[in-house]
């Protein structure tokens, strides 16, 4: 597989994936849209690019329809957690089986540098032109809070780290969830004086302190404070929401038999219910 991709982050992930005895073919990757969202057409692997905002519930479908597909998400902050934000809460909840990696730039960078749910205060947006006044997601916090498995944080500087997240949210089973902090010079950057990308990666070198297991509740982003990096979470015996099922069903159901008659019946009322309305 090519592995010579000029962006960090795709590089750490094909790298992760070359690395990985996974079979590729058992690999699909999902985007919503915007910059990150791009990273679906940039991969020789089954990918789909959806539509914003919904690439968890497309990701999650497509897990229960093929689970022995390994489901990776590359989101943007505004699609995963502006639109779609109650997507990630559920599915965080619910432990689908997804490797979500989110590239937070701290806006919307690909309609013109919109204020997002990540946006700090007093950054100034294409909406916010005296500077947001809202606090932002904390992505760690919420994806801990909502019941992910794995969690951790890194930025486009911390080149063999974000790898070594990536290779590990691979071989785990659960909702993982990759917070990559990456700069979008030519809109957040510019009209926040914070300089070009390469000023952006020193910050990135300079101003985080490597925490692992850091407590989520601290690791908040702010416009221009150092902040911290790290692998926050790694739990293992979850059960998966396919799991979950399966195992409730199996205790449930005291035979296939049974089950099959249960399925018949809802089957049966679904269609029944379909006519009568
Ligand atoms: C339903 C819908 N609303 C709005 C848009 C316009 N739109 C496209 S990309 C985008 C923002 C993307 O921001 P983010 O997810 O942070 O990705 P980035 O470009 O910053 O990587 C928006 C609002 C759209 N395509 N569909
Ligand atoms: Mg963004």
Not at 123 to 152: D, K, R
Not at 188 to 197: C, D, H, I, L, T
Not at 246 to 265: I, K, T
Request: some cysteine; overall charge neutral.
């Amino acid at each position: 597989m090519e592995t010579t991709d000029k962006h960090p982050l795709n590089n750490a992930f094909l790298n992760a994936l070359d690395k990985s005895p996974m079979d590729k073919n058992k690999i699909a990757i999902v985007s919503g849209i915007g910059c990150t969202g791009r990273v679906a057409g940039y991969v020789n692997l089954d990918s789909f690019h959806t539509t914003h905002g919904r690439a968890l519930p497309f990701a999650e479908g497509l897990k229960a329809a093929s689970p022995d597909t390994k489901v990776v998400v590359f989101t943007g902050d505004g699609d995963l957690m502006s639109i779609g934000g109650n997507h990630f809460i559920h599915a965080g909840r619910k432990n689908m089986d997804l490797m979500v990696i989110c590239v937070n730039n701290l806006n919307y960078a690909m309609t013109g540098g919109q204020v997002s749910a990540t946006t700090p205060q007093r950054a100034i947006t294409a909406t916010a032109p005296y500077g947001s006044f809202c606090e932002p997601f904390n992505l760690p916090f919420l994806a801990e809070t909502v019941g992910a498995v794995y969690v951790a944080r890194w930025t486009v500087y911390h080149v063999r780290e974000m790898q070594k997240a990536m290779s590990e949210a691979l071989n785990k089973k659960g909702f993982s969830f990759i917070e990559i902090m990456s700069p979008c010079p030519t809109l957040f950057e510019r009209r926040n004086k914070m300089g070009s990308a390469l000023t952006r990666m020193k910050f990135y070198k300079e101003n985080t302190k490597v925490e692992n297991n850091a407590d989520t509740r601290n690791t908040k982003i702010s416009l221009n404070d150092p902040f911290t990096v790290g692998k926050f979470v790694d739990i293992e015996g979850k059960k998966t929401y396919l799991e979950a099922m399966n195992s409730y069903y199996d205790e449930a159901f005291q035979s296939d038999d049974e089950y099959m008659r249960y399925r018949g019946l809802a089957q049966k009322n679904y269609e029944e219910g379909c006519l009568n309305d």
